[in-house]
């Protein structure tokens, strides 16, 4: 009985542990080089407009700055090197589609069928869930902050920012957006692992609405229109979260648990879909 629980896993690599060990490793090489040369290439692609790339980019700030103001440069390569750093960056956002599949396609083989059936929706969500906070961050939120922050400027005081702090300003905004946009893949991870209870969740929700503020102005600069600008729509995204949550049964409720005989016919299929796994 022990034996067969143990080989339930769809790759063990029970034959010859170090050629298994080897051969993960060389596939774990080839899945980084291929995420690397995919990002490679979109960087390339994006290089020769890496100027235009930051304009756009500053478009939320230079389109309010007074007349006769610009942004500056303090540092010699900065002109140079803050917009090849961006079109990095860029590269690096706009390839995490190939870079999410090549992880998928490393840890695949070691997942079952219910488990591979879940991976797919959450992947796509939050990808999407990201992309949207970080538009949700330029088109909305990166507007009404700026006008802000220059309607505040002192009298007699010029606002000319740097191009490099503009750009760690403007990316940590993105991350903290983005991320904060995976509140719904959060949630409905955690009710399908049993770790939290929908319901239980619910009835504590003044306490969610205080500790999201409290998130919303941890991540974000210090003035009151960015981090409500955060706060209110991950309020929203919290109860389509826990919309779905109540509809997703633990993973121990049924139909998440396998029994051995569902796990020894999914590694006879597995064995059969792959003759050469797990021997030198």
């Known amino acids: 009985m022990a034996r067969k629980t143990e080989s339930a896993a769809p790759d063990t690599g029970a034959e010859g542990a170090p050629g298994s060990f080897v051969s993960h ?5 080839n899945r980084l080089l291929y995420a690397i040369v995919g990002v490679g290439i979109v960087f390339a692609a994006l290089v020769p407009f890496a100027n235009r790339v930051y304009e756009w980019l500053a478009q939320p700030l230079i389109a309010v700055l007074p ?11 900065s002109p140079f090197l803050t917009p090849l750093k961006l079109t990095l960056l860029a590269a690096i956002v706009i390839a995490v589609p190939w870079v999410l599949y090549q992880i998928w396609a490393f840890v695949a083989p070691g997942l079952y069928k219910h488990e ?21 961050a330029y088109f909305a939120v990166l507007p009404l902050v700026f006008g802000f922050l220059v ?21 940590a905004m993105f991350l903290a957006f983005g991320v904060a946009f995976e ?6 991870l955690l009710a399908r692992m049993g770790v939290v209870n929908p319901d239980a969740l619910a009835k504590k929700r003044p306490y969610v609405v205080l500790w999201v503020f409290i ?11 960015s981090q409500t600008l955060l706060a209110i729509p991950m309020l929203i995204l919290f109860e389509i979260g826990l919309f779905i949550a109540r ?4 993973r121990d409720a049924g139909d998440g648990a396998l ?4 796990m020894d016919r999914e590694l006879a299929a597995y064995e059969r879909d792959n003759p050469t796994s797990g021997k030198k």
């Open 215 to 225: 998130v919303a102005a941890f991540l974000t600069p210090p003035d009151v229109i």
């Open 183 to 188: 509140l719904p893949v959060a949630l409905v």
């Open 151 to 171: 309607g505040t400027v002192p009298h007699g005081v010029a606002m000319m920012t740097d191009i490099k702090a503009y750009l760690d300003f403007v990316f």
């Open 67 to 77: 007349a006769g103001t610009s942004m500056i440069a303090t540092e010699v390569a």
């Open 25 to 29: 490793l060389l596939e774990l090489r």
């Open 259 to 262: 029994t051995e005989a569902d």
């Open 116 to 136: 591979r059936r879940l991976v797919w929706p959450l992947l796509a969500s939050s990808t999407l869930l990201f992309y949207a906070g970080v538009a949700f």
């Open 247 to 250: 509809r997703v049964r633990p």
